[in-house]
């Protein structure tokens, strides 16, 4: 196994203190991380007080709009501020000409995927067998437009290495983004409200980031940027986003299709829903028991599945703002044993701290469900929440191999694992959704074909890797780690839990239990915190470009 020593050659030479640009990138790095944890906590926020605002079925209803403009918005954003980063730091000089290329860029990019997301809101609709998404996909088209330009603001500070304001906008929106979903839901304003504070927070951020940032201004033409270049780049990151997105999301929409199939085909009414569906359909009237309402609840509970299983792989997405930077980008261009070294240790590390949110919530995830969500939720969806969580670890690994593939230059290999995988949780959930009973059993269902598509991904992705870098995460420390698993769950499924204290007790005795465990079998220890401090020191030397 490799250990952390072996992370990066030991100095020979006293350290010399940081160049001021090193340190100011340091500073800068902090700040990306601090202001990408903020916004996750945001997110939380959002989704964990909304279902309490909001019936099942509106809740449900907000989950499949936010899952079809998700993934558009998500691409728009990454790729935009990857672009106009890329190009503004390689020639700061130019940065408001490139800001102004980025602009254009999206008159022919961003605004007519926004109009045409709008205009094809009846067919997302009509796909989802429900028509009365139409209206709320159609005022949701307007996030799509303001992302796009409110991300070649971001990306111009990035680029400038003006890393305060990116995170000071990147603070500012979600706390925006919070107040206005649930104060408009709050207000009694239903699915329309959330999704038009959503679009509300979009405008204002749009608004203060051309004060922040600033706008290019006039340029004379031979100071112009050419669009071609940035399009070209951007179209090559989007394909490889699009298909990470859409992994993220496909289970949902196919559920929310599914289901109102299921209701359609079996006749199910009210009376016979309530041993599927519990509590919720006693806040339910005569209008919302038609097969979408239905199916909009099962939505619901699978949301809510959703967001803490997806902790594990936001938390490290969140430390890859530190992680990454921290490693020198010219270990790519350094000999292969440096950049084998380079992906052991990343990947072994983000293994470790991801399996460690995930085995808490997996050892006993009913009561972790009933803490932030009402009895239902925690009831229908505990199953679904054990196989998502240890799911979202492969996707965690799978994410983080697709960067470096990318970062190195084989973009083809990260498309073609994000290809597979997709095709992987798209045909299975479309087999095994059908089959099954709405409740439980077909959250359960979705929950653990998604899980399996994401090992699938995260093995093809480790095998581009081996090939074509020579490394992936290794063998011993894997077993390790599947040790650790069980004698974590092990002691989670006997200690008694009574009340939300408890459980909270609980989830710090499974994580003790499972650093304990991987201590005792010398998968951490001195040398890790050892190879962080000293990946660390290097960094500060410069190693950061």
């Known amino acids: 196994m490799l250990r952390g020593k072996d992370a990066v050659s030991q100095p020979t030479a006293p350290t010399p203190t940081p160049p001021p640009a090193a340190t100011g990138a340091g500073r800068g790095v902090l700040?990306?991380?601090?202001?990408?944890?903020?916004?996750?906590?945001?997110?939380?926020?959002?989704?964990?007080?909304?279902?309490?605002?909001?019936?099942?079925?509106?809740?449900?209803?907000?989950?499949?709009v936010s899952s079809v403009v998700s993934p558009i918005n998500n691409v728009l954003v990454t790729g935009s501020i990857q672009a106009v980063s890329r190009f503004t730091a390689q020639r700061p000089e130019t940065a408001r000409a490139v800001e102004a290329a980025g602009l254009r860029m999206h008159l022919f990019v961003g605004l007519p995927v926004a109009l045409g997301f709008i205009a094809l809101a009846p067919l997302w609709a009509w796909l989802l067998h429900d028509m009365s998404k139409t209206g709320p996909l159609m005022l949701a088209g307007a996030i799509v437009a303001g992302?796009?330009?409110?991300?070649?603001?971001?990306?111009?500070?990035?680029?400038?290495?003006?890393?305060?304001?990116?995170?000071?906008?990147?603070?500012?929106?979600?706390?925006?983004?919070?107040?206005?979903?649930?104060?408009?839901?709050?207000?009694?304003l239903g699915l329309y409200g959330a999704i038009g504070g959503w679009v509300a927070a979009v405008a204002i951020i749009l608004t203060v980031a051309m004060f922040v940032v600033g706008l290019p201004g006039r340029l004379e033409p031979a100071a112009r940027v050419p669009v071609r270049p940035m399009l070209r780049f951007f179209a090559g990151v989007a394909v490889y986003l699009v298909l990470l997105n859409l992994i993220m999301f496909v289970d949902q929409l196919l559920l929310k299709r599914l289901s109102t199939e299921w209701y359609r085909d079996h006749g199910q009414g009210l009376a016979d829903s309530l041993d599927h569906l519990l509590p919720w359909a006693r806040e339910v009237t005569g209008f919302a028991i038609e097969p979408p309402a239905l199916?909009?609840?099962?939505?619901?509970?699978?949301?809510?599945?959703?967001?803490?299983?997806?902790?594990?792989?936001?938390?490290?997405?969140?430390?890859?703002?530190?992680?990454?930077?921290?490693?020198?980008?010219?270990?790519?261009?350094?000999?292969?044993?440096?950049?084998?070294?380079?992906?052991?240790?990343?990947?072994?590390?983000?293994?470790?701290?991801?399996?460690?949110?995930?085995?808490?919530?997996?050892?006993?995830?009913?009561?972790?469900?009933?803490?932030?969500?009402?009895?239902?939720?925690?009831?229908?969806?505990?199953?679904?929440?054990?196989?998502?969580?240890?799911?979202?670890?492969?996707?965690?690994?799978?994410?983080?191999?697709?960067?470096?593939?990318?970062?190195?230059?084989?973009?083809?290999?990260?498309?073609?694992?994000?290809?597979?995988t997709?095709?992987?949780?798209?045909?299975?959930?479309?087999?095994?959704?059908?089959?099954?009973?709405?409740?439980?059993?077909?959250?359960?269902?979705?929950?653990?074909?998604?899980g399996c598509a994401m090992v699938v991904g995260?093995?093809?992705?480790?095998?581009?890797?081996?090939?074509?870098?020579?490394?992936?995460?290794?063998?011993?420390?894997?077993?390790?780690?599947?040790?650790?698993?069980?004698?974590?769950?092990?002691?989670?499924?006997?200690?008694?839990?009574?009340?939300?204290?408890?459980?909270?007790?609980?989830?710090?005795?499974?994580?003790?239990?499972?650093?304990?465990?991987?201590?005792?079998?010398?998968?951490l220890g001195r040398a890790d915190l050892a190879a962080i401090v000293q990946v660390r020191a290097r960094r500060g030397r410069g190693g950061e470009s």
Request: net charge positive; glycine share 8%.
């Open 147 to 188: 992302y796009a330009f409110y991300a070649v603001l971001v990306g111009t500070a990035n680029g400038r290495r003006e890393f305060g304001k990116q995170a000071g906008l990147d603070i500012t929106f979600a706390t925006l983004r919070a107040a206005g979903i649930l104060g408009l839901a709050t207000a009694g």
């Open 295 to 420: 199916a909009d609840v099962q939505v619901a509970y699978y949301r809510a599945v959703q967001n803490l299983a997806r902790l594990s792989y936001q938390a490290i997405l969140a430390a890859t703002f530190v992680i990454f930077p921290l490693v020198s980008r010219s270990t790519f261009d350094a000999d292969r044993e440096i950049t084998r070294r380079y992906v052991h240790i990343t990947l072994r590390y983000s293994l470790i701290f991801a399996t460690a949110l995930a085995v808490v919530m997996a050892a006993n995830p009913e009561p972790l469900l009933d803490i932030p969500y009402a009895a239902d939720y925690a009831h229908l969806g505990a199953p679904a929440l054990t196989a998502l969580a240890l799911g979202n670890v492969a996707f965690s690994i799978f994410a983080i191999a697709g960067t470096i593939l990318n970062g190195a230059g084989h973009t083809r290999e990260a498309i073609i694992s994000a290809a597979v």
């Open 31 to 64: 700040y990306i991380a601090f202001a990408k944890l903020y916004f996750m906590v945001a997110g939380a926020a959002i989704e964990f007080r909304l279902p309490a605002i909001l019936a099942r079925t509106v809740f449900g209803a907000y989950a499949v």
């Open 458 to 523: 995260a093995g093809l992705a480790g095998w581009f890797l081996w090939q074509r870098l020579g490394a992936f995460l290794p063998l011993a420390s894997v077993a390790r780690v599947a040790l650790a698993v069980v004698a974590a769950l092990g002691v989670g499924r006997v200690i008694p839990f009574t009340t939300p204290l408890m459980t909270l007790v609980e989830a710090a005795v499974v994580g003790l239990v499972y650093l304990v465990v991987l201590v005792g079998s010398r998968e």
């Open 422 to 450: 997709l095709a992987a949780a798209a045909i299975g959930n479309a087999i095994v959704i059908p089959m099954c009973e709405p409740g439980r059993e077909v959250l359960l269902a979705a929950a653990t074909t998604t």
